[in-house]
């Protein structure tokens, strides 16, 4: 064997070993079994899927309302059937975290259709994440009923001045009443629903991170501090993030995280607002071809060999996902 072919053979025998790493770390941390050669199920872990493009709010943390006011989008909601379309198909798949409820479902007309077809099917939705500027007394008894079983509240704040700073509201005592009366009538009725508040932090607003705590400890399931994200290098607002990653690493959405946009195209990061690399199509594709499919594996290899810059909002970002030191 020559010298040349040494070197490919060495490299080869680099990559895989690489590749089996990801596989084992993945298989830990997520629960997958991923064969080395694959190193990804034939469905992903998570599905994120963005039923409406619309928010009532204009945080300064985050691009939507930028973006859509300079997109000027036509289809503000996901077709329903879509929605449901993407229900029967993973109904059997019970280990999978569908999340249908991008960006704000309180304003989705389709909200209560979805919660109630889906428990039809026997599927637990994940991640209704809302910032309960809508959350009337009756759309709680809605939503309730309808059999939603988990619920965040985006809250971001403790007083009006910090939720000025991060949301960009003077609705400080609006949403902290909306959500107090939602867990009453939780409580009241006896509903089942996990509970949580969350609270993003950064340096601007680490200092009030203990005061949160305090105010939501015992009234809800859980509380959430979630580190500030710079949204692919697109967020609104002046904010630092506490740590900065130095050291650039893959990402690893590519290989348990898919993004559904409301016209069933993939989005490959859910930092992507701009949507610069749309493709497949869940109107004409089964999931599963589409995350086994060419385009994905196209790029967990850029990923893999740490070609970032080939893909724009790989190349700005700042806030990729690796759960641990597997490369």
Request: aromatic letters at 10%; charged letters at 30%; one cysteine or more.
């Amino acid at each position: 064997m020559g010298l040349i072919s040494k070197i490919k053979t060495a490299c080869a025998i680099e990559k895989e070993a690489r590749r089996n790493k990801i596989a084992q770390m993945l298989n830990k941390r997520y629960g997958t079994k991923l064969a080395p050669v694959r190193m990804y199920d034939k469905y992903p872990k998570i599905i994120r899927v963005i039923t409406t493009r619309l928010c009532n709010m204009r945080c300064n943390q985050c691009p939507s309302v930028t973006v859509n006011d300079e997109k000027k989008y036509k289809q503000r909601f996901m077709d329903i059937n879509l929605v449901k379309k993407i229900i029967d198909e993973v109904k059997d798949y019970p280990k999978l975290a569908l999340s249908p409820f991008a960006l704000e479902p309180l304003i989705n007309p389709n909200t209560l259709d979805t919660i109630k077809y889906a428990v039809s099917k026997g599927v637990s939705l994940k991640g209704f994440f809302t910032n309960a500027q809508a959350m009337s007394e009756e759309k709680a008894k809605e939503l309730l009923d309808a059999g939603l079983d988990n619920i965040n509240f985006s809250i971001d704040a403790v007083d009006s001045e910090g939720y000025m700073l991060t949301r960009n509201s003077k609705r400080y005592d609006h949403v902290v009443n909306n959500v107090r009366n939602f867990l009453k009538i939780k409580e009241e009725g006896g509903y089942e629903v996990a509970t949580s508040v969350s609270y993003v932090v950064s340096k601007e607003t680490e200092a009030k991170v203990e005061k949160f705590r305090q105010l939501w400890e015992g009234k809800v399931d859980k509380v959430i501090f979630q580190d500030f994200d710079f949204q692919g290098g697109q967020q609104a607002g002046s904010f630092t993030q506490i740590k900065e990653k130095k050291k650039r690493l893959p990402c690893s959405y590519f290989w348990y995280r898919m993004n559904i946009n409301i016209e069933g195209k993939i989005i490959f990061c859910a930092d992507d607002w701009w949507e610069t690399d749309l493709f497949g199509d869940v109107n004409k594709e089964s999931i599963t071809d589409i995350w086994t499919g060419e385009h994905y594996e196209k790029l967990r290899k850029i990923h893999i060999n740490r070609e970032f810059d080939k893909l724009k909002v790989c190349g700005e970002c700042r806030d990729w996902h690796n759960p641990g030191k597997i490369f």
